[in-house]
């Protein structure tokens, strides 16, 4: 780890009230546990240049078009 990293957090750390560090604490022990997944930047390469330029110029229009709009209906 960055010891420059490390040492900012422990100094942002350390002006905390305790029960603030506790919480601290506890969120990085959530972050250890969590399990990391998604797929490879080295596998996702070979999907580069898939889509042709007509159709990524047509759904950079599309989403232009759709910007700036609320669909009330939506999530």
């Keep these: 780890m960055n010891t420059s990293l490390l040492s900012q957090v422990v100094e942002q750390l350390e002006t905390l009230p305790e029960n603030l560090q506790w919480r601290v604490l506890e969120f990085v022990h959530t972050l250890k546990s969590l399990t990391l997944t998604g797929t490879p930047g080295s596998r996702l ?4 240049g898939g889509i042709s330029p007509d159709d990524l110029q047509t759904m950079s229009q599309v989403i232009e078009a759709g910007c700036e709009r609320v669909d009330a209906d939506g999530w």
């Design 45 to 48: 390469i070979q999907l580069a």
